[in-house]
């Protein structure tokens, strides 16, 4: 895949696609007004130090192949205006985003003007890349491979399943790049509560009955899908969205993935 764009000097207008799943979080607020300073925000310089490179390119890599290119002064710009992204106190990314700026206007070392904006949904989708990168680096990154990994799987069968259901939409695809972040939240709260997940009972049954939930609700909905005009054609869309819902049965093996999975469900497809 092409790697995606540098972040730009020149402000991004956002996409005006309503999403055909709405999310469960609080609306964003995108009336907030530019901030053009000369100085850094809320973090400390000793904080954001520890964060700014010397190198001339980073390189943020996705785990679906794409890749962001930040030079280092666009990176270290994001450092000092964005301490959200790489705050100690961590929120899921959804809170994070809407909590912090949108945009920043800036002044060079030369007087000129530039901007660093993530107030498009495809840089709310950079914006999520983001967090997920500083968080998993600050968590470990081979520490949770396997889990993240398997949790991403999770997350993108569900997209994928809900993303048919409605026949696409922009809301799928820009959920595809965030869940990289909200993957990775699940992944820090695996970290930091693992009594809520450790569990010595047998979840088969709980397994059961959500996967079998989720099969009667595709059922349902393919039941009075319009676009369908058989018997015949409704049958085969049943059976082709069952084998997405097999994978996913396949990839939960224990209750992580099976809170994970159910919370993810209802809070971003109110399925």
Same mark, same amino acid.
């Given at each position: 895949?092409?790697?995606?764009?540098?972040?730009?000097?020149?402000?991004?207008?956002?996409?005006?696609?309503?999403?055909l799943a709405p999310q469960n979080t609080s609306p964003v607020d995108t009336?907030?007004?530019?901030?053009?300073? +000369?100085?850094? &925000?809320?973090?400390?310089k000793v904080e954001r130090n520890k964060y700014h490179i010397d190198k001339d390119t980073v390189y943020i890599r996705t785990s679906y192949g794409d890749t962001i290119i930040y030079s280092r002064e666009q990176f270290n710009d994001i450092i000092d205006n964005f301490p959200e992204l790489y705050s100690p106190e961590v929120t899921n990314p959804d809170s994070t985003f809407a909590s912090g700026k949108i945009w920043v206007n800036l002044i060079d070392s030369l007087g000129n003007d530039k901007t660093i904006t993530f107030g498009s949904e495809q840089g709310q989708d950079r914006y999520y890349i983001l967090y997920a990168w500083f968080l998993k680096n600050k968590q470990g990154i081979a520490k949770y491979a396997v889990r993240? +990994?398997?949790? &991403?799987?999770?997350?993108?069968?569900l997209n994928h399943i809900f993303g048919r259901l409605n026949y696409g939409g922009t809301y799928f695809g820009h959920q595809y790049a965030r869940i990289e972040g909200y993957a990775e939240f699940a992944v820090y709260w695996y970290n930091h509560t693992p009594e809520f997940f450790e569990?010595?009972?047998?979840?088969s049954k709980q397994k059961t009955h959500y996967i079998e939930g989720l099969k009667q609700l595709i059922r349902d909905e393919v039941s009075i899908d319009e676009n369908l005009f058989t018997e015949e054609d409704r049958r085969k869309r049943v059976n082709e969205l069952f084998r997405e819902v097999n994978h996913l049965n396949k990839l939960i093996t224990d209750i992580f993935y099976l809170r994970m999975a159910k919370s993810f469900q209802i809070e971003k497809y109110r399925g």
């Open positions: 895949m092409k790697p995606l764009l540098c972040l730009t000097v020149i402000l991004l207008f956002g996409c005006k696609h309503k999403p009336t907030k007004q530019p901030v053009k300073t +000369k100085i850094a &925000l809320p973090a400390s993240r +990994k398997k949790l &991403l799987d999770v997350y993108r069968t569990r010595p009972y047998d979840i």
